[in-house]
């Protein structure tokens, strides 16, 4: 995996320390939390040499800006740039569907996007942000969705783009079921950077094997 990929991984990882308030960063909390995706993001670049590979760029990058916004400028800013990373791996997916499903996988593929949207949005109505959380929940939903159906390894790829689902469920999850609980904060970081990290190594070691094949 190199040294670099390591290294976003130990930045990423040890952010937990600060998620679960054991370590106080003070005001350099936001670029501890920001380092692990963005080095993930550096790591896929040195690798690309494609288009798609690009792309897993472009999606850990603007991952990576969505963890600095969510803490200078808040839920909706984060999000959007979130929601953005989800468009750009919604096209890397896509241009690289399975061309052969099961029928459960199928099955399961189409039951995430709407699955997703419903929950958020159920988790979200009584702090009043249903619709707002349905509207990012669609992005999520559907790139998991082609994820999961994409010909990229489904227990790393798909695997990380459930958990990316699981983490952004426990956020809304402080606004209705869960709210006053400490569940969610001990399990939105490791589950968001595991996601992000699997979808990394996934997707990238994927479209190395392309490059090495005669």
Known sequence: MGWLFGAAVVAGASYCLEAWQIVDPGAWGAVWKTSGVALLA??????????????????LALGALGDLLLDTHGLV?????????????????WRNRRVALSPSQRAFGWLLAPATIGIAALFAAPAGGAVQAGAYSAFLGVMA????????????????????VASDLLIFSRFGPLEGSMVPGLLIWPTYFAAQALIAWGVSQALSSDQRAP
């Open 42 to 59: 550096v790591w896929a670049a040195t690798r690309s040499r494609s288009g798609d590979g690009w792309l897993l760029t472009g999606a």
């Open 77 to 93: 800013v984060g999000g959007a740039a979130f929601a953005a990373g989800h468009l750009v791996a919604c096209v890397l997916y």
């Open 145 to 164: 969705a082609l994820a999961w159906t994409s010909r990229f390894p489904r227990y790393r790829v798909g695997l990380g783009a459930v958990l990316f």
